[in-house]
């Protein structure tokens, strides 16, 4: 099966491997958006005891706050460093996470419909074929079952927030982390998710302030958004 992996990308995360657990190192955003996007996730679907799946886990941040808050929680990524990051951490914490090194597509091919909830963050700008991406997101869920995205607005402002500023201006990521052409506009995301055969529920906005280092949801979708989807019962 061909993946739909771009290697340049892979390895961006796979260089920050060893800082992915610094709350100040140059993943700081993450930690700090983190507990924002399990609120938003916990809104629409119950997580404790449900099985879930960290599409493009990295170093497991997501995967971690989703375990600790019940859920029975796979986390796959091709990044094999940022892998070895967070299965160390996991040990460290004492947390039972199945990390594999393996393809969305590739997983939805041995275990169809094998989740209830499905997070993909941060991922599907960085994916040669976002639409076989959802497709395969889709391919894993249960009827019934939720698949959460989070990515940039392809927008001038987006660019000038998440690219100029955050890259270039104050630092916050490493520079090079994103590649403005291939930010999704909302609607564009919305549509993938529709001709997979997922139902929109919500389209959500994520603020952050790099003075106070403090995310929020905010009704504005033209930088960072959130979307929730779920495959019809």
Not at 27 to 38: A, D, G, Y
């Amino acid at each position: 099966m061909h993946a739909n992996v771009d290697p340049a990308e892979t390895a961006k995360f796979d260089a920050h491997a060893g800082q992915w657990w610094d709350p100040r190192g140059p993943l700081r955003t993450l930690h700090e958006i983190n507990p924002v996007r399990l609120a938003w996730m916990a809104g629409h679907v119950r997580l404790d005891g449900a099985r879930v799946v960290d599409v493009g886990c990295g170093g497991g941040v997501l995967s971690e706050a989703l375990a600790r808050a019940g859920a029975t929680v796979t986390g796959i990524d091709l990044a094999a460093d940022a892998l070895v990051a967070a299965r160390g951490h996991a040990a460290e914490h004492g947390l039972e996470i199945d990390y594999r090194e393996v393809s969305a597509a590739a997983l939805a091919a041995r275990a169809p419909g094998g989740f209830d909830a499905l997070a993909c963050m941060e991922l599907i700008e960085h994916v040669p074929d976002p639409a076989a991406l959802v497709q395969a997101c889709a391919d894993l869920l249960r009827p019934g079952g939720w698949a959460f995205f989070s990515t940039l607005s392809r927008t001038p402002k987006a660019y000038a927030q998440a690219v100029l500023a955050a890259e270039y201006a104050l630092r916050l990521l490493p520079r090079g982390t994103h590649d403005y052409a291939r930010f999704l506009r909302p609607a564009e995301l919305a549509g993938l998710c529709r001709a997979a055969g997922l139902e929109v529920v919500d389209l959500s906005g994520l603020a952050y302030n790099p003075l106070t280092h403090r995310a929020r949801l905010r009704p504005q979708v033209d930088v960072n958004y959130l979307l929730a989807a779920r495959k019809p019962a």
